[in-house]
């Protein structure tokens, strides 16, 4: 059975860091793509950011290009979202989910395991 776990939400101040970390479990990781997506209260799942399997490609949202980076560790099953100068805007709760192909995809249909949340709250 697959799993994601989220770690590394919280509570910061406008322009502050945050850097979130899920961990994956029941597949092999290093097979497929990852990505991270959010969604506000009253607003639907967007995509934030993707990473292919090997980790050399990466695309993001432009809403947190040049401020998010997304990474991963295939030794260790982790991936990993720093996210730097941060709004009010991006207060959601952020998911990892899991590709079902080792290319990146922007799409929420694409991803076929995902986490539980964790929640991200930016204060102005």
């Keep these: ?42 607003k639907e799942r967007e995509f934030v950011a993707a990473i292919n399997w090997s980790g050399e490609r990466t695309f993001y949202a ?3 290009k040049g401020r998010f980076t997304i990474s991963r560790d295939n030794a260790k099953n982790t991936v990993g979202l720093q ?6 805007e991006d207060t959601a709760v952020y998911y990892c989910a899991s590709d079902r192909f080792p290319t990146m995809a922007v799409v929420a249909e694409r991803y076929d ?6 929640q991200v ?3 102005s």
């Design 62 to 64: 432009d809403s947190v």
């Design 121 to 123: 709250t930016v204060s």
């Design 83 to 88: 996210m730097n100068s941060l709004k009010p």
């Design 113 to 118: 395991y995902w986490g539980q949340g964790t």
């Design 1 to 42: 059975q697959v799993q994601l776990v989220e770690t590394g939400g919280g509570l910061v101040q406008a322009g502050g860091s945050l850097r979130l970390s899920c961990t994956a479990s029941g597949r092999t990781f290093s097979s497929y793509a990852m990505g991270w997506f959010r969604q506000a209260p009253g």
